[in-house]
């Protein structure tokens, strides 16, 4: 009898734990990948991103910025780095194909016709594009852009004193979590995360997928959410140790400027 009861414990004590489980999978679909534990060694030191530019210093201005390419049938936009990840940029124009427009960060280097152009420093392009990022090119619409910012944007830095310095608490440093649901580019292009040499460390998703490429890296980024990066209770892990952050701040009025431009139709 006091073996039946046993087994009869066991099998309920293994459904508790397997209940459990399929609870915490629904929660945490990246299982324990998605977990930074902090015990862990720290990992291999990758090359440094240089698609994200440098930032300038003190409050970012606004003024003067505005599309152009239109007569081309794309639009691009220049704002300060940080700037497009710490306000709301947006835009209001037909879907295409069954996808939204939106305005995407550019690397900060790229080619045309076999020659490398770089982004002027202190600065970061924006591209008018399909969600999936597949178009850049529209024709016989309109486009009406809307930029907010909360206040001025203005970069902060500080360093990174921890045990574990490939780890960082991004509550901790803004003050509250991000939200995990926005896209990832967008938040890494308002945050540096610098080694002690002064550049920008590669972000690690819980998969810990590897992109030995610079660019596919930040083309991973465009293509994820926070989440991926981030663990619920807001802690991300770099490829290598984080020695410095930046990040950017709003204060101030609030800032908003609009723009309406016509991409005329395929002649």
Not at 8 to 15: D, R, Y
Not at 124 to 149: K, M, N, P
Not at 209 to 231: F, K, V
């Amino acid at each position: 009898m006091a073996l039946k009861y046993w087994a009869g414990g066991l099998a309920l004590a293994a459904i508790v734990v397997v209940a459990g489980l399929a609870k915490r999978q629904a929660t945490h679909p990246d299982g324990d990948a998605g977990h930074v534990r902090t015990n862990e060694k720290a990992p291999s030191r990758m090359s440094a991103l240089r698609g994200w530019p440098e930032p300038a210093s003190g409050t970012l201005m606004l003024g003067d910025v505005m599309p152009t390419g239109a007569e081309r049938n794309r639009l691009r936009l220049r704002l300060p780095a940080g700037a497009g990840g710490a306000c709301e940029l947006t835009v209001e124009a037909p879907d295409q194909n069954g996808h939204a427009l939106v305005w995407k960060p550019r690397l900060g280097e790229h080619w045309i016709a076999g020659q490398l152009v770089e982004t002027p420093a202190g600065t970061q392009d924006w591209e008018l594009s399909t969600d999936d990022g597949r178009r850049q090119y529209f024709y016989g619409i309109d486009v009406a852009t809307h930029l907010h910012c909360d206040g001025a944007p203005r970069w902060h830095s500080a360093e990174h004193d921890s045990d574990t310095p490939w780890v960082v608490d991004i509550g901790h440093v803004l003050g509250h979590r991000p939200d995990p649901a926005m896209p990832a580019d967008r938040f890494f292009e308002r945050m540096r995360f610098l080694s002690s040499r002064g550049l920008p460390l590669r972000p690690m998703r819980h998969d810990r997928r590897i992109n030995p490429s610079e660019a596919d890296a930040i083309r991973e980024m465009r293509e994820s959410r926070l989440d991926h990066y981030m663990t619920p209770d807001g802690r991300i892990r770099f490829w290598g140790r984080v020695h410095r952050i930046r990040w950017v701040e709003l204060s101030g009025t609030p800032i908003d400027r609009r723009w309406h431009d016509r991409l005329e139709s395929y002649q």
